[in-house]
Nanobody
C-alpha cells in the first residue's frame, strides 16, 4: 500500500484558486486509481476527481470545468487544481488510491489508502 500526504489547503475567497498536492510513497505507486475526495461538516464523504493509470479522469458534476486532476509519476505526486472556488467547495479534502483495475474509481469505498486530509475553506 501507499502512504499519502496532502498539502495545499487553506482559506480563499470565492472565485479564487487553490492547488492541492498529494505526495505518495510506498511499494505500489503508481496505483491504478488515485484521486480526491472531500467531506464537509455534517455531510457524507464524496468523490471529487480521480485519474487512472491509463489517464482516464472522472469528475463530480459540480466541479467539472472548475477542477483539474493531474499526476506526476516522476515525483509520485497527485494534484488537484481548483479554480472558480465556491463556498460549497468548503470541506476537508482527502487523497486516496487503490491498485485494482476491476474496482470503480470515483467511489470512496473502493479506495485502499487514504491521506489524513487538508482543509479547504472558501468564504463569500
Amino acid at each position: 500500500q501507499v502512504q499519502l500526504v496532502e498539502s495545499g489547503g487553506g482559506s480563499v475567497q470565492a472565485g479564487g484558486s487553490l492547488r492541492l498536492s498529494c505526495a505518495a510513497s510506498g511499494y505500489t505507486w503508481p496505483n491504478y486509481c488515485v484521486g480526491w475526495f472531500r467531506q464537509a461538516p455534517g455531510k457524507q464523504r464524496e468523490g471529487v476527481a480521480t485519474i487512472t493509470s491509463d489517464g482516464i479522469t472522472s469528475y463530480r458534476d459540480s466541479v467539472k470545468g472548475r477542477f483539474t486532476i493531474s499526476k506526476d509519476n516522476g515525483k509520485d505526486t497527485l494534484y488537484l487544481q481548483m479554480n472558480s472556488l465556491k463556498p460549497e467547495d468548503t470541506a476537508t479534502y482527502y487523497c486516496a488510491a487503490h491498485n485494482n483495475r476491476w474496482r470503480p474509481c470515483l467511489y470512496f469505498a473502493a479506495m485502499d489508502s487514504w491521506g489524513k486530509g487538508t482543509v479547504v475553506t472558501i468564504s463569500s
